[in-house]
């Protein structure tokens, strides 16, 4: 069955808004008259009929009437369904996706290909270039034709972009998923990767990144797992084709990074070939990806410099936020979350890569005021580089999900499918908390953890972004923004639970089973925490050298030294190592301070360690700007390699307590040693208490 491209294009705006549109937005939306929408109902009204769904029309208003799962079977289908002509969007991306393969395209070879006028082709690439970075460049030449002039790391960026508006997130998901693979044809599959990525290459790319993903412990969202799948699989694509990244020296040495030799296994792997003859910028360059989709909570790994760096920009990014809102933010949940998003987002800052935002036009009409004050404010606290909308859009959710949390009694437990990020996530969540104060329980799940997460938990609700096709249970499926009515749809079938008193008894019986299981857990916990901070607390010392130390080298063995004093056992001449290995000293300034961060996790440390030490001179190290700068105080943090996540936790909370903190600075510089082991002892106790809230 074949079908126009406008008549699709209804179709899809009446299945994605899931309610009715009238026919003046949809004109607006497609760039043509009512008249000539009302001409393409008659098609529309003849595709829909045939799969038991009815068009109604009441004074301009469009809406499909017909069973939900006749709705869910129209909407898989319609992906299936061939069509005739481009829309002008689907054109461009041609037109696109040929520029970036070929060189020197004749405009009349372009026209002939779409069955469009050569002045239309010309407008197309007008277009176009209104939507390309600044450094790409579209060259128009009288006899040689049009090509596009942009580097192999830009041209393999806008291809993932292409990838990434035709083939959707979930919909690449749903397809490595085993059921789905065997409901995909590839005709399907093919008619969406625009020609970039061949299917058998796609598919052997996500088995080897599953398995680093799967041996991974740092979280990874079901989004930046997909999006990375896709710039691998680019990657590999354009190196069989001969196009290699050749400005590798342009780019940060990231061969001191533990991703430098995963990217290169990896590579040699899918490529079977062996790993040195590997190119250095090609492993390089999938480095930057393997370290820009990471987004693990702060609390799960050892803080480092640019953990540091990172939490110094929330911080002054919330603080920026609020002055410009006239309002307190909740920081703590902000700043976990910040922290999490902004650590891959300033490494793809770094090294120029984009990331595609499906939810950006959304995101700028729905909460433009908030979009604007978290746009002035970044912009503010990270001068460096302009940062695309499409960032910002992420930053704007995390705000926005603070600005909705409400504190309500709920009484229903729901499930959440996001494939999104953890703001995206986060703003569904709370956006349904302070709507709907009956959902007591809300977790979110990936879609590949799904199954597992309904089979272990008793949920009145299922919510989802993403159309999970055939199941054998019910589920709302909402936009990442919930819309009033979606909002609604699921307050009536919440208020439709309540079914009397049998049920009620019930409830409260395995309400009591879960408050005692909750209990053992939260003691037990409870009790792990508190033998970490003994531990810490046992270790812990403040003490001044009152040498003329000089040398970085010098203050480093007489620190590790001192540590003999708690640590008997303890391989000095190994620590010291660990510190000057490879020339990289492990320590750093902390900016407006004068004092030095000294860390370090490895095999050779058997039990945490944190302690602060006096210098009689300042020594210079380098700060988070790669500026030098004095320190004349400074903070030891060793631990395990080995050790648990509950003592990173304890580990990185430790850290933050020396970030834009005053009253901690003026103590350190003028402090006596009781006062500033008193303070700490009290920091940590208080840390422990909060924890019982």
């Keep these: 069955m074949y079908l126009s491209a406008r008549a699709r294009l209804i179709m899809e705006q009446l299945l994605n808004n899931n309610q009715s549109v009238s026919i003046s ?8 008259s009512p008249r000539t929408i009302r001409r393409d109902l008659k098609e529309v009204e003849s595709i829909v009929a045939s799969y038991k769904l009815k068009l109604t029309k009441d004074h301009g208003i469009l809406a499909l009437a017909g069973l939900d799962s006749d709705k869910q079977r129209f909407r898989w289908q319609l992906m299936d369904l061939s069509y005739n002509e481009y829309s002008p969007e689907e054109r461009q991306q041609k037109i696109l996706k040929v520029l970036l393969k070929e060189e020197g395209v004749k405009l009349v070879g372009l026209a002939n290909d779409l069955n469009v006028t050569i002045s239309t082709i010309s407008n197309d690439l007008t277009k176009i270039e209104e939507r390309l970075p600044q450094t790409v460049v579209i060259k128009r030449r009288r006899g040689f034709g049009v090509s596009l002039q942009a580097d192999e790391a830009q041209k393999r960026s806008l291809m993932s972009e292409l990838f990434g508006q035709q083939f959707p997130d979930y919909r690449l998901l749903k397809f490595f998923q085993e059921k789905s693979r065997a409901l995909a044809t590839n005709d399907w599959v093919e008619g969406r990767l625009l020609d970039l990525v061949s299917e058998p ?18 979280e990874i969202s079901d989004e930046a797992y997909a999006n990375l799948i896709v710039h691998i699989s680019i990657s590999i694509e354009r190196m069989i084709a001969g196009n290699f990244i050749k400005n590798a020296a342009a780019l940060e040495d990231m061969t001191n990074y533990p991703e430098f030799d995963v990217a290169r296994e990896m590579l040699a792997d899918i490529l079977e070939m062996e790993p040195e003859f590997v190119p250095i910028g090609e492993s390089m360059y999938v480095t930057t990806h393997l370290r820009g989709v990471k987004t693990t909570e702060s609390t799960i790994h050892f803080m480092e410099n640019e953990e540091l760096e990172v939490l110094v920009l929330v911080k002054n990014l919330i603080t920026k936020v609020e002055e410009k809102l006239g309002q307190q933010l909740p920081k703590e949940l902000l700043t976990k979350g910040l922290i999490a998003h902004l650590k891959p987002t300033l490494r793809r800052l770094q090294q120029g890569m984009r ?25 503010q606290v990270y001068p460096n580089k302009r940062v695309p909308d499409e960032e910002i859009g992420y930053l704007v959710l995390h705000f926005g999900a603070v600005l909705l949390q409400v504190e309500s009694e709920n009484s229903f437990s729901g499930l959440v499918v996001c494939a999104s990020g953890i703001g995206t996530s986060r703003m569904l969540v709370t956006r349904l908390r302070q709507r709907i104060p009956q959902l007591k329980k809300l977790e979110t799940v990936s879609l590949f953890e799904l199954g597992k997460k309904k089979a272990e938990g008793n949920y009145n609700v299922i919510i989802s972004t993403i159309d999970l096709g055939q199941v054998d ?33 019930a409830q409260e ?12 857990h939260f003691l037990e916990e409870q009790q792990l925490f508190t033998s970490i901070v003994l531990a810490i607390l046992k270790n812990f010392n403040y003490s001044k050298l009152d040498e003329n130390l000089g040398t970085m080298e010098d203050t480093i063995r007489t620190i590790c030294t001192q540590l003999l004093e708690k640590a008997p056992e303890l391989n000095v001449e190994a620590l010291v190592r660990i510190f000057l290995s490879d020339g990289n000293w492990r320590a750093f300034g902390i900016p407006q301070t004068k004092i030095g961060m000294f860390h370090a996790r490895n095999e050779v440390i058997n039990e945490p360690f944190f302690q602060l030490f006096s210098l009689e001179q300042p020594i210079f190290i380098e700060a988070m700007d790669r500026t030098k700068m004095p320190v004349n105080r400074i903070v030891l943090l060793l631990i395990p390699e080995k050790f648990s996540q509950e003592g990173l936790e304890v580990i990185s909370y430790i850290s933050t307590l020396f970030v834009d903190n005053q009253q901690m600075v003026q103590l350190l510089e003028t402090g006596a040693n009781e006062e500033v082991t008193t303070y700490f002892v009290r920091q940590l106790l208080t840390y422990l208490e909060s924890r019982k809230k």
């Design 25 to 32: 937005e949809l004109a607006n939306d497609l760039s043509v």
């Design 473 to 505: 249970f019910d589920y709302f499926l909402v936009s990442p923004i919930l819309t009033e009515k979606e909002l609604s749809q699921i307050s009536v079938f919440l208020k439709s639970l309540h079914s009397g008193y049998h049920k009620k008894i």
């Design 201 to 218: 290459l796609l598919k052997k790319v996500e088995q080897r990144v599953k398995i680093w993903r799967n041996n991974n412990i740092e």
């Design 355 to 379: 990331i595609y935002n499906p939810l950006i036009h959304s995101i700028k009409q729905d909460y433009a005021e908030l979009f604007k004050v978290v746009r002035e404010s970044f912009s």
């Design 509 to 520: 019986e395995q309400a009591v089973q879960l408050t005692l299981l909750e209990a053992t």
